[in-house]
């Protein structure tokens, strides 16, 4: 099994261009997370999803939107960058679990930049 | 608002020696507790975690210590090794819709050879 994969790894934006971040994960779990890291601040939640055609808004929401259309799939989209979107994003899921709790699966990151 | 607070930002142990991370947190409410293991490059890990119904929860040389009075809790390495080099982070959840976890802002831990 794969995990949790994302696409890209890397990217460089112009302010004001538009992209969409692909999360992919082969375990069946029904929730799946878009967090943020940036340095000295942990991880913060952008949107999550319980189940598949189901979105909500995480911590920080503004300036990001998600879908996930497939169980397996969760992207997140930039419409209009800015440079306070620089950061490195990393896709979660977590099988849904009786009594809650449960692990997050984290996948590599996507390091982007906008300029 | 952060309402898990860790610390300390970072930490340099020798070679065996214990290292300590802690956690507090406001939100009475949480039940759940994990911390992160996260490497250079990579995605964050699950290492250990704990509910509030105990007070310690070990898994090798990875100890959870929890004191629900106190709101805080706090991992301990014991014998450091250089390859537990990594940004360590606490977290803390509640029940309810996918179980959204609230992360501390990391330790970066060195250990010295």
């Known amino acids: 099994n794969a995990g949790v994969t994302q696409t890209p790894k890397f990217r460089v934006l112009k302010t004001g261009q538009s992209m969409t971040l692909l999360c992919a994960q082969d375990?069946?779990?029904?929730?799946m997370y878009w967090y943020r890291q940036d340095p000295g601040m942990g991880l913060r939640l952008i949107h999550y999803?319980?189940?598949?055609?189901?979105?909500a808004k995480g911590e920080v929401p503004d300036g990001y939107n998600v879908s996930r259309l497939k169980k397996q799939n969760f992207l997140l989209g930039l419409e209009s960058a800015a440079p306070s979107q620089t950061s490195v994003y990393f896709c979660?899921?977590?099988?849904?679990?009786?009594?809650?709790?449960?692990?997050?699966?984290f996948g590599p990151g996507t390091r982007l930049t906008v300029l | 608002q952060q309402q898990v607070k860790q610390s300390p930002q970072s930490l340099i142990v020798q070679k065996g020696g214990i290292s300590i991370i802690n956690c507090a947190y406001e939100?009475?409410?949480?039940?759940?507790f994990p911390w992160y293991q996260q490497f250079p490059g990579k995605g964050p890990a699950l290492l250990i975690a704990?509910?509030?119904?105990?007070s310690e929860k070990k898994e090798g040389r990875f100890t959870i210590s929890f004191n629900k009075s106190a709101k805080q809790f706090s991992l301990h390495i014991m014998d450091s090794q250089p390859g537990d080099s990594a940004t360590y982070f606490c977290?803390?959840?509640?029940?309810?819709?996918?179980?959204?976890?609230?992360f501390g802002s990391g330790t970066q831990l060195t250990v010295l050879p």
């Open positions: 979660a899921s977590s099988p849904m679990g009786a009594g809650g709790g449960g692990e997050q699966f």
């Open positions: 375990m069946n779990h029904e929730y």
């Open positions: 999803s319980v189940g598949e055609g189901t979105t």
């Open positions: 939100n009475t409410a949480f039940d759940y």
């Open positions: 704990i509910r509030p119904d105990v």
């Open positions: 977290a803390a959840s509640m029940g309810g819709s996918a179980r959204q976890l609230t």
